[in-house]
């Protein structure tokens, strides 16, 4: 999810940035991470 983003904005958006943009599809596939936890593991 998270690679296939990156290669369509490119590599360079944030993980809070990132985390903003995949939060519907997250919600979506039934997984929970919070900002700063993904951020961490971005």
Same mark, same amino acid.
């Given at each position: 999810? !998270?690679? %296939?983003?990156?290669?369509? !904005? *490119?590599? /360079?958006? *944030? *993980? #809070?940035?990132?985390? /903003?943009?995949?939060?519907?599809?997250?919600?979506?596939? %039934?997984?929970? #991470?919070?900002? %700063?936890?993904?951020?961490?593991? %971005?």
């Amino acid at each position: 999810m !998270v690679k %296939d983003y990156r290669k369509k !904005v *490119g590599s /360079k958006t *944030g *993980g #809070i940035k990132l985390h /903003k943009e995949l939060k519907q599809d997250f919600i979506n596939a %039934d997984i929970k #991470i919070g900002r %700063d936890k993904f951020y961490r593991f %971005d």
